[in-house]
């Protein structure tokens, strides 16, 4: 699958600098917190003030205790794999600022994005926290938009960047579902 888009994609991929653990923590902290501002308080909560104003959508009914434990899970999850992302990959999440090690170590052992599972459950959380059947929808079309436009770039320039070890460790860990025990490369 080399479409033209998916190669002209790959110029938003950069490798990080060399840097101590402490500063690409803190780069991955600050991705984190502007990415949740914006993804998972910000928008939903627009977008469930919308639908709660203005349109009459069926809401899921009140779940903001299973809302708040889903997104502090998954939260969990996703800090857990940034910090292992800066830790052991020397680098941060983002395919800004990649790591320059292939990670298979953490959360990473047994699914290959933890952050791509983290992400749209924890919007699933913040749905039943707001009641909001839109914001519920809007977690399925972020898991979509991952799967389908921001997955298939990212795993070319890691096949690209490690070759043989990460086609073993994609071909043994997979996408969605964890592998339970973990992945040893």
């Given at each position: 699958m080399t479409w033209r888009w998916l190669l002209e994609s790959r110029r938003f991929f950069r490798v990080a600098a060399p840097a101590g653990f402490a500063w690409n923590y803190a780069k991955t902290m600050l991705q984190t917190t502007i990415l949740w501002a914006v993804f998972l308080f910000g928008l939903p909560g627009a977008i469930a003030a919308f639908e709660h104003r203005v349109l009459d959508v069926p809401t899921l009914g009140e779940a903001r205790l299973v809302g708040a434990l889903v997104f502090g899970a998954f939260g969990g999850l996703g800090l857990w794999g940034?910090?292992?992302?800066?830790?052991?990959g020397r680098g941060t999440p983002l395919p800004l600022d990649a790591a320059p090690v292939l990670v298979v170590?953490?959360?990473y052992?047994?699914?290959?994005?933890?952050m791509a599972i983290s992400a749209p459950m924890q919007a699933i959380?913040?749905?039943?926290?707001?009641?909001s059947t839109l914001v519920?929808?809007?977690g399925?079309?972020?898991a979509l938009l991952w799967n389908f436009v921001i997955r298939p770039p990212e795993e070319l320039d890691l096949q690209e960047r490690f070759g043989t070890a990460y086609d073993r460790?994609?071909?043994?860990?997979?996408c969605w579902v964890p592998r339970i025990p973990g992945f040893d490369l």
């Open positions: 940034g910090f292992v992302m800066a830790r052991v170590a953490g959360p052992r047994h699914v290959r994005n933890p959380g913040v749905s039943l926290w707001l009641d519920l929808l809007y399925g079309a972020a460790y994609r071909d043994n860990v997979r």
